[in-house]
């Protein structure tokens, strides 16, 4: 009985044995084409250098062989090379046929953007000239049934953009463009069209701002006799033409037209300023608010509570001479 490492060398004999056998058989094969490739050496110099030495012929036919399976190696080489720069090109002229396709669609999905896009904007413009058509036939309605015209206000402000907006009132002489700049000397002796003018044109005070609650408009009292600017304003003196006239239109600037309600006419100087200033725009709180309104009520010639208390009010102001001399003012209070 064998023992286990006996086992394994008696295997691993069996294993060399083996190896050795197969190696000798690789051997004699390799040994048998060497001698093939020899015998077609010899032949081939035999048949092609007959008159030269054994060993130069066989030298030869070596050099020739070898330079052969060169060409044969470069010329498939070459081949395979050619073949894969005509696979390569071929990739190069879709890519290029692919970028040739992309710029045609491209193109034409521009033609279609552009088409697209100035058909949307002939709409876009169509639709404001609709709208600012609608807008115009409704403001001028709405300015037909309060009684008004129509203003032109692209004309308006291209002949002077100092314009604020347009002050009526219905059945008197009061009917102006009133404008306004940062000094309110200016258009006390110019007119609407800049032009120099001892008539003036009604201005709203400089530090006046289109949000505020008390709006103050100035305009200049020709005398006794006169009827432009605000010199008819005075006749708010007598209680009957209170009484009539007592609505006030003011527009804005492209704006429309809000009705105010004469509210109080007060005979004012400006000494009194300290006491109560007819040009506040705003109110701390209704504390301040109603402490001005009874000064007011107070003050006036003539009060009619409005209607409701106002959101917003105008101040129309000229020059009274009559009572305080030159210090004197003439005032028409109205709200909305």
Not at 41 to 59: A, H, N, T, V, Y
């Amino acid at each position: 009985m064998l023992l286990p490492f006996e086992t394994m060398a008696a295997d691993n004999r069996k294993q060399i044995h083996l190896i050795v056998a197969v190696s000798a058989a690789v051997y004699r094969e390799e040994r048998k084409r060497m001698e093939k490739i020899k015998c077609f050496i010899s032949c081939l110099g035999e048949k092609l250098f007959p008159d030269l030495p054994e060993k130069k012929r066989r030298r030869i036919a070596v050099q020739i062989i070898v330079g052969i399976s060169l060409a044969i190696v470069c010329m498939a080489g070459m081949g395979i090379f050619r073949y894969k720069a005509v696979k390569q090109l071929e990739k190069y002229q879709a890519i290029a046929d692919a970028y040739a396709q992309l710029d045609i669609i491209l193109e034409e999905g521009r033609e279609q953007s552009q088409k697209e896009a100035a058909a949307e904007l002939e709409e876009f413009f169509s639709e404001m000239e609709a709208d600012a058509e609608r807008y115009r036939q409704e403001y001028e309605a709405e300015m037909r049934e309060k009684g008004l015209e129509a203003y032109d206000w692209d004309a308006l402000c291209s002949e002077n953009e100092d314009i604020k907006g347009w002050l009526c009132i219905p059945d008197t002489l009061i009917n102006f463009p009133v404008v306004g700049t940062d000094d309110n000397a200016f258009y006390l002796s110019h007119d609407f069209t800049g032009d120099k003018s001892s008539a003036g044109c009604p201005f709203m005070d400089k530090d006046t701002q289109v949000w505020d609650f008390n709006r103050i408009i100035y305009g200049h009292n020709m005398g006794a006799g006169s009827d432009a600017m605000f010199s008819t304003l005075l006749d708010y003196e007598k209680e009957d033409y209170f009484k009539e006239n007592r609505t006030i239109y003011f527009t804005d600037a492209y704006g429309s037209a809000t009705a105010y309600q004469v509210m109080a006419v007060v005979k004012y100087s400006i000494d009194d300023l300290a006491e109560w200033d007819f040009r506040i725009r705003n109110h701390e709180d209704m504390e301040s608010y109603n402490a001005w309104m009874e000064e007011l009520q107070g003050r006036a010639l003539y009060y009619e509570e409005p209607d409701h208390a106002p959101t917003s009010i105008i101040t129309l102001a000229t020059c009274d001479r009559r009572v305080f001399g030159k210090n004197g003012r003439f005032l028409i209070i109205a709200g909305n």
